[in-house]
């Protein structure tokens, strides 16, 4: 079973306003990972968030985790249509990271 | 650097066939999985690999066998394709120091009919 869930499954904006994409999870984890997948291609790593810390930033993307919640939130600000794109949230149990479990993911459009 | 390569890009089985999906990496990763994608879903772990010679089963491991005899390779081996098994399947290395953030191959479109 899949341990995050995503919120909204899909997103449609306008070029420059903000997307917020949400990320809930079942069980205790080391980090979470956003990942964005651009249609046929594999899936490029975002951004991590480690369980001690509440809130990261890179370039246009801030992340926050709450962990008494069990949730994370991406926002991809001033947004471009070249962000068009699905975007997973994946949790790992240990700090390698190497065993994610991703959320079903959001697809997110850009409109020019 | 190639990153993570995978081949074929595109593959048709009929049931019963079996075949070996190719996953290859050259960052010196100790670490490698195999996902598959279906429709309207996130990926789910098949296998992974902490090194040469060590395997495990992740969340869907039936039908699918694995093995690591060197750094580079990660093959993922369907014995008997049912249609069941039609996905995306996607390998990923990552270090086991610095970021833990995996890197993807651009994955394998496989159809079982």
């Known amino acids: 079973s899949q341990q995050g869930e995503e919120d909204p499954q899909a997103l449609s904006i306008q070029e420059g306003e903000n997307a917020t994409m949400n990320c809930s999870y079942k069980?205790?984890?080391?980090?979470l990972q956003w990942y964005r997948q651009n249609s046929g291609r594999g899936l490029v790593h975002l951004i991590l968030?480690?369980?001690?810390?509440r809130e990261k930033h890179s370039g246009r993307l801030r992340v926050t985790l709450d962990t008494s919640k069990k949730s994370s939130s991406l926002l991809i600000t001033a947004s471009r249509a070249a962000d068009t794109a699905s975007y997973f949230c994946?949790?790992?149990?240990?700090?390698?990271?190497?065993?994610?479990?991703f959320g079903a993911g959001t697809i997110l459009r850009v409109k020019s | 650097n190639a990153g993570v390569t995978q081949t074929p890009k595109f593959q048709v089985l009929k049931t019963g066939q079996s075949m070996t999906l190719q996953c290859a990496q050259d960052?010196?990763?100790?670490?490698m999985s195999w996902y598959r994608q279906d429709p309207g879903m996130g990926l789910r772990l098949i296998h992974y690999?902490?090194?040469?010679?060590?395997?495990d089963q992740g969340e869907v491991p039936n039908g699918y066998n694995v093995s690591r005899s060197t750094t580079e390779d990660f093959p993922l081996r369907l014995l008997s394709a049912a249609p069941s098994q039609t996905s995306v399947y996607f390998c990923?290395?990552?270090?086991?120091?610095?970021?833990?953030?995996?890197?993807f191959g651009p994955g394998t479109r496989l159809t079982v009919t």
């Open positions: 990923a290395s990552s270090s086991r120091t610095g970021t833990y953030e995996q890197y």
């Open positions: 069980t205790s984890i080391n980090n």
């Open positions: 968030i480690r369980s001690n810390e």
């Open positions: 994946a949790t790992a149990a240990t700090q390698y990271g190497n065993k994610l479990v």
């Open positions: 960052m010196n990763h100790e670490y």
């Open positions: 690999s902490v090194g040469a010679g060590i395997t």
